[in-house]
């Protein structure tokens, strides 16, 4: 079973930039979402890769600012958000999921479709 790793969160004054990483323990998953949850709310999806073609998926609420990617071994899934605002502070997880390409393009960001989570890094933008 896929262990998850986050890092890289922070605090961040509003219009700065920040790096988060998922370290995987082996590449065993066929895809990785990134996810946040602000206090009071539910956990959302934020952006999506399928590892095997490297397709992307994005909220529609951080398109243009957050981009992911992966490394050349698969092991590392990286989520590069600039322009930040204050909503995007939450608890920012990495999961890993196993679904097909054509069920993930459609359910990216259902919780459901993911089987291993890590536990959080901490995003905090200030206004």
């Known amino acids: 079973q896929v262990q998850l790793v986050e890092s890289g969160g922070g605090s961040v004054q509003a219009g700065g930039s920040l790096r988060l990483s998922c370290a995987a323990s082996?590449?065993?998953?066929?895809?990785i979402g990134w996810f946040r949850q602000a206090p009071g709310k539910e956990r959302e999806g934020v952006a999506g890769?399928?590892?095997?073609?490297?397709?992307?998926r994005y909220a529609d609420s951080v398109k243009g600012r957050f981009t992911i990617s992966q490394d050349d071994a698969k092991t590392t899934v990286s989520l590069e958000m600039n322009s930040l605002i204050a909503e995007d502070t939450a608890m920012y997880y990495c999961?890993?999921?196993?679904?097909?390409?054509?069920?993930?393009?459609?359910?990216?960001?259902?919780?459901?479709?993911?089987?291993?989570w890590g536990q959080g890094t901490q995003v905090t933008v200030s206004s």
């Open positions: 082996e590449y065993s998953y066929m895809y």
């Open positions: 890769i399928y590892s095997g073609g490297g397709a992307t």
């Open positions: 999961a890993a999921g196993l679904a097909s390409g054509d069920r993930w393009a459609n359910r990216w960001a259902n919780r459901d479709e993911y089987d291993n």
